[in-house]
């Protein structure tokens, strides 16, 4: 009796449906569960199975072979994310061109960035040229050999690297790990039948009275299922599952690529266009020159390949590597500024110069340093040369240049220099003053001598006691010298000190010469007084003074006699500053000394006695002495204690 189409098969009813339903192990499924369609339900492996993710644009062509090495690469961030793509053979280019094996959305990538070559090393990742580069796990190369995990970043987006066969040597790394686990879960289930359960046999119960039902409608009996004793005891492991699934995967592999390799043939290529193959070798040649570092000929190899095939240089390689060769000329003028010792423009040149690749930046990093070190070399030499010129203003701007850890040393050598020269200035400052005074006295010593030889005449007059023809020679002088002033006002001092003279010195002489020689002194006194003021040097000065001299020991002796002792100091003293070789003089001094010492005496002793006359008498002695006396030092301290005791 055939079964209905719409029977459930739910539950398996007899030991033959094993066979329909699949072998366990393979499938990872203890207890696998039939269809309606009697196919049975597989679990999914979603790392061993890549190619069902793919996008359809990223599908391999059905015409063409899938035996490339088994390694993808899969999009991690970016306008592609989720994206994957793997190799079809043993070279892959990346790029935003739709030429590119690999094909980006991303617009900040270029048109072929970068290139994968599978080889007996691994796969090796060469950056073609991209104006902004290409970083491994965050480290900009140019390049390397990739390991599976490696990250990639390109433009805004971000790859990863799949080696297939270390992804599935890591899934079994992680089965065998968990094989222990499994193995106890085993022995806690081993004893167990799923369909002791209640909710199985509630599900079987369902089953069966549901079919209990369909018969008796249709009155056509149920059959009842064989149950087969070796599946009911047949539990497969979680390692033995794994195993199933990817010898499964493998097989399908295997057929899928003998089915498309068997299938229909790709039609014959056409022919190959001869500049256009050569121009993608000029092309390749500019990107390998690029890698290099020798931009020169990638520009001229990628002009090359334009004059062949217009339009071949979509990814800009010429255009950048000539980008590149300009940061290095920027760089070589920078190292010429820096030897002309021209930082400033050294530094704003390198501060202009655009960023570049890795190299290039490596490359900056290091004339960076170089200009610093060579420019704090520089304003060190100019510091120490400002110091040796003794320029203090430019020697402290340039130290403010220095860094904090050298600024402090020449700041104080700074401060000695500053020290040094301030006192060289005041000393050349007094020198000057010395200078200038000394300048103004020969000045003003040959005015003198000017003058002085002006009134030659008057003074020969003046000396020969010619008074009246000296005066007259005064008024000549003045009308030869109207223009001088100096001479002027001097010779109208002269027209009113001669009569002055003259009358005093006619009228001490006459004293004099009629011996009253103590009269004669007072005249012949303010004549000497008028004769200094007159300026004169001659013969009637030594007479005067010589005169004056003898009148004036001669007054002291008087008013010695007289008890004057003030009076008679004054005279001997006078009379020894005119004549220093006066024996009477100094004879008179003499008797006046101990007679004041006398006089003190007598006042010290009387002091407390009769106040007063102490008084008088220690006044007479302080005048009567000479300057610096000790007799007189201790009379003004005797007067003074008088004084303070009687409160005057």
Known sequence: MSAVPDEDWSAPESGEDSQDGGDPELYGDAEPVRSRTGETRVASIENLRPEEEEPAEEEDNSETTRAGPPVMMLVLDGVDKGRKKRFKGVRMVVGRSKDCDFALGDQTVSRRHLELVYGESGVVMRDLGGISGTQVNDQKVDECILKHGDEISVGKTRLRFVDEGELIKEMRAKAESGEADEKKEEKKEEKKDPRLDEKTNANYKLADLMRDEKARKTGVPRPRPVRSPAREGFRPTFKMKVGAAVGGLVLLLLIAGLAMSGGNKPPPKPPVDPNLARAQELMQRARDKVRDGEYPDAVRFAQEAEKLRVGIDVDGVAKAAQQLQDILDSFQAVRGLMAENRYTDARAKLTATPQGT???????????????????????????????????????????????????????????????????????????????????????????????????????????????????????????????????????????????????????????????????????????????????????????????????????????????????????????????????????????????????????????????????????????????????????????????????
């Open 358 to 648: 890795a190299r290039t930046d490596e490359e900056r990093k290091k004339l960076e340093e170089e200009l610093e070190s060579r420019e704090q070399a520089y304003t060190l030499s100019l510091v120490e040369a400002a110091l040796n010129e003794r320029r203090p203003d430019d020697a402290r701007t340039l130290i403010a240049e220095l860094p904090q850890s050298t600024r402090s040393l020449y700041e104080e050598k700074l401060k000695e220099l500053e020290a040094l020269l301030a006192k060289e200035a005041q000393q050349a400052a007094r020198q000057a003053g010395i200078r200038q005074a000394v300048a103004a006295e020969n000045a003003k010593q040959r005015r003198a001598e000017f003058v002085a030889e002006a009134f030659q005449d008057v003074e020969r007059r003046f000396n020969g006691g010619d008074f009246q023809r000296a005066t007259l020679e005064v008024d000549r002088v003045m009308d030869k010298f109207r223009s001088e002033a100096d001479i002027q006002a001097r010779a109208r001092n002269l027209k009113k000190l001669i009569p002055q003279f003259r009358s005093a010195f006619e009228e001490g002489q006459k004293k004099y010469e009629n011996n009253s020689l103590e009269a004669s002194v007072k005249p012949l006194r303010r004549a000497a007084e008028v004769y200094r003021q007159i300026g004169f040097a001659g013969s009637l000065g030594d007479t005067l003074d010589n005169e004056l001299a003898s009148a004036s020991v001669a007054a002291g002796q008087a008013a010695f006699k007289r008890k004057e002792y003030p009076v008679a100091g004054r005279s001997f003293r006078e009379a020894l500053r005119l004549n220093p070789g006066d024996s009477r003089a100094r004879d008179g001094l003499d008797e006046l000394q101990k007679k004041v010492e006398e006089l003190y005496l007598s006042a010290y002793i009387a002091r407390d006695r009769d106040p007063a006359m102490a008084k008088e008498q220690f006044k007479i002695v302080i005048e009567s002495s000479a300057e610096g006396a000790d007799v007189k030092r201790k009379a003004e301290m005797a007067l003074s204690e008088l004084q303070k005791a009687d409160g005057s």
